[in-house]
Every structure is written in structure tokens, then in C-alpha cells.
């Protein structure tokens, strides 16, 4: 079965720090893979998506993420975090063909000012 | 836009009762999901729908949890009868079809005492 990994539960930064969050997958095939974003008390947002395509992935709010197939990764960056960017961060992998997609267990980001 | 409703938004039950929750996904979303998130994980896929179909239902305690879309747009989750460990928060999500990105309601959290 696949799995998803994310492999910092807890990050913490200072604003104006960069950011990067690690994903990575088990599946070996054609995937589709989702970075979500919960903000405290919020429901769960798409912040990106990839499909196909160019592996650099631009999102909101200043986010991106880099597919690398030969790594099975999916990070998710931003330059410079905001204090506002405090929320649990999700990677999820779908397998092409498939609808089933799998979350990771999440990476809880925590901005101070 | 109207987002996923979901209802209601937290309930506590004692352990061996029943316990129903409501979705209405987005207008025109053919695919439903019901997942459970446990705290501290990410979000299992409980149930799929597309319309009122079942598309996966495999992660479905079905000795206890049951789930309907009778007439492919609102749906309903069961819990019959509750344990402890089925706290969690209950998360209702919708997408156009099932290859495209899924928006989340705000949830149901579950605690059974």
C-alpha cells in the first residue's frame, strides 16, 4: 500500500525565516500530489497542486513545492515566512488512475513574531 | 461559492451509543469523501462516493460505521455502537470528479467518553 511520509512533525521558525517541509511517497507510478494547509479553528485548504507538468509548483500565499520523481519528494518551500503562516501543513499522494488519495500525518508549523 | 457544510460541529457520546453525522457537499460535486482524523495524524479516507455510488469503502469499520449518499449529493456517517477510540474529527470533502482537488468542510469532532 502506499504511504506518505512528512518527516517534521513540529517546526518552529521566526519570522522572516525560510521554510521547507519534506514529503515523500511510496508509490512508483504516475502520481498526483497535494499540499494542504490547516489554519487553527479553519478546514483544511488546498494551498498547491501537481498533475503534470512543469515539477515547480507555484501555490498561494508565497508557497511552492518541487516535485523530484527520481526522489519520490514533494517539498513544499517559502522563502519567508509570517507569523499568519502558523497551521498544520498536509502532503497528500494520489496514484494516477486511482481517487484514493493519502494523507501524511501532517507537519505543525509554529511562526513567533 | 458555498463550501461543504457539515453537522454538527462537535458531539460527546458515552461509549456503546450511536452517534449520525450530515454532509452537503458543493453544488455540482459529483465525488464525496468522509474521512477520520485521529489527533496528531492525517486524515484516513473512511468512504468515497461518486454520486451515490461507492467507489472505496475498504478503511470502513463497517462492523460499526455505515454510510449513505441516497441521492448523490447530501450523505450521512454512523457510528452504531461507539468506542473510545472512534474520537477523532470527522472531515466531509467534495470534488468535481474524482481526479480533481478535494475542499473540506470544517469537520465534527467526536469525543466518546
Known amino acids: 500500500a502506499q504511504s506518505v511520509s512528512q518527516h517534521n512533525h513540529h517546526v518552529i521558525l521566526s519570522e522572516a525565516a525560510s521554510l521547507e517541509l519534506g514529503c515523500n511517497y511510496s508509490?512508483?507510478?504516475?502520481?498526483?500530489l497535494f499540499w494542504y494547509v490547516q489554519y487553527p479553528g479553519q478546514h483544511l485548504q488546498l494551498l498547491l497542486k501537481y498533475f503534470s507538468g512543469d515539477p515547480l509548483v507555484k501555490g498561494i500565499k508565497g508557497f511552492e513545492a518541487e516535485f523530484i520523481k527520481s526522489k519520490f519528494s514533494f517539498n513544499l518551500r517559502k522563502p519567508s515566512v509570517q507569523w499568519s503562516d502558523t497551521a498544520e501543513y498536509f502532503c497528500?499522494?494520489?496514484?494516477?488512475?486511482?481517487?484514493?488519495?493519502?494523507f501524511g500525518r501532517g507537519t505543525s508549523l509554529i511562526v513567533h513574531p | 461559492e458555498a463550501g461543504v457544510a457539515q453537522s454538527p460541529r462537535y458531539k460527546i457520546i458515552e461509549k456503546r451509543q450511536s452517534v449520525a453525522f450530515w454532509c452537503n457537499p458543493i453544488s455540482g460535486h459529483a465525488t464525496l469523501y468522509w474521512y477520520q482524523q485521529i489527533l496528531g495524524q492525517g486524515p484516513k479516507l473512511l468512504i468515497q462516493?461518486?454520486?451515490?455510488?461507492?467507489?472505496?469503502d475498504s478503511q470502513l469499520p463497517k462492523d460499526r460505521f455505515s454510510a449513505e449518499r441516497l441521492k448523490g449529493v447530501d450523505s450521512t456517517l454512523k457510528i452504531q455502537p461507539a468506542k473510545l477510540e472512534d474520537s477523532a474529527v470527522y472531515l466531509c470533502?467534495?470534488?468535481?470528479?474524482?481526479?480533481?482537488?478535494?475542499?473540506f468542510g470544517q469537520g465534527t469532532r467526536l469525543t466518546v467518553v
Open positions: 497528500a499522494v494520489r496514484p494516477g488512475g486511482s481517487y484514493i488519495p493519502t
Open positions: 462516493f461518486q454520486n451515490n455510488g461507492v467507489v472505496d
Open positions: 470533502a467534495s470534488s468535481l470528479t474524482g481526479e480533481t482537488e478535494a475542499f
Open positions: 508509490y512508483g507510478g504516475t502520481v498526483n
